[in-house]
């Protein structure tokens, strides 16, 4: 026991010793942009993204991959899923979280954010994803919330919060395809299978997250 124990401590110490490293390469990037401004972060016009939205969208099909499985387990009784639902729903909100605190990281400034309550554009594609994503997170939030509930009739509330979970799953993937789509001169970018290829992705990315953290 105390050989497992030492081994689990030194584990642990090793873990939090790599997580403080990345943290302390975030901040020296923090400071870089700061000082050179979000061009560093590959903002141009060659190369319209950016490492932030770059990972947003990274994040983006994680997530929405954990919630197409965990849905899926419910609406089309697939009983092999349903054994890992729980982890999957809690990995997409992780994933979901990141996405969002990456389009605010994006804005430049944290004072911008409030430009999104006071003067909102709609047809600005930003505040699309905005809108969908905290649909999102709301409704993983209730589905988590459903799945680890004793109350009598709590799974009844799942299947249906799963009826509504897989399509918000697969539309706020979509979203971020429209936008792609949007863009002027980007070959390829306006192809009409950009959504299902984005929902695609999402999937296998979503699974392999999924497995990593099981096995974790």
């Known amino acids: 026991m105390d050989k497992r124990?030492?081994?689990?401590?030194?584990?642990?110490?090793?873990?939090?010793v790599v997580l403080a490293a990345v943290v302390l390469a975030a901040l020296g990037c923090w400071v870089a942009q700061q000082t050179y401004?979000?061009?560093?972060?590959?903002?141009?016009?060659?190369?319209?993204?950016?490492?932030?939205?770059?990972?947003f969208m990274f994040f983006v099909g994680l997530s929405?991959?954990?919630?197409?499985?965990?849905?899926?387990?419910?609406?089309?009784?697939?009983e092999s899923f349903k054994r890992v639902s729980v982890p999957a729903v809690?990995?997409?909100?992780?994933?979901?979280?990141?996405?969002?605190?990456?389009?605010?990281?994006?804005?430049?400034?944290?004072?911008?954010?409030?430009?999104?309550?006071?003067?909102?554009?709609?047809?600005?594609?930003?505040?699309?994803?905005i809108c969908v994503i905290t649909t999102y997170l709301v409704i993983n939030l209730v589905y988590l919330?459903?799945?680890t509930s004793k109350k009598p009739g709590?799974?009844?509330?799942?299947?249906?919060v799963s009826r509504f979970a897989l399509p918000v799953a697969i539309l706020v993937?979509?979203?971020?395809?429209?936008i792609f789509g949007l863009q002027i001169a980007r070959a390829g970018w306006y192809s009409t299978i950009m959504a299902?290829?984005?929902?695609a992705s999402a999937m296998d990315s979503g699974l392999a997250l999924l497995l990593l953290a099981l096995l974790w």
């Open 5 to 16: 124990k030492a081994l689990f401590s030194g584990r642990t110490m090793a873990v939090v």
């Open 37 to 55: 401004g979000l061009g560093i972060t590959g903002m141009n016009n060659s190369n319209s993204w950016g490492l932030y939205i770059m990972a």
């Open 64 to 78: 929405a991959g954990g919630l197409i499985v965990a849905s899926s387990a419910h609406v089309f009784g697939i």
């Open 90 to 129: 809690i990995t997409s909100i992780v994933c979901i979280c990141c996405a969002g605190a990456f389009v605010l990281i994006d804005l430049g400034g944290i004072v911008r954010i409030l430009n999104l309550f006071a003067s909102p554009n709609f047809m600005s594609p930003l505040l699309w994803d």
């Open 145 to 147: 919330y459903f799945m």
């Open 154 to 160: 709590a799974q009844d509330k799942v299947a249906i």
């Open 173 to 178: 993937h979509s979203v971020t395809a429209w």
């Open 196 to 199: 299902p290829l984005f929902v």
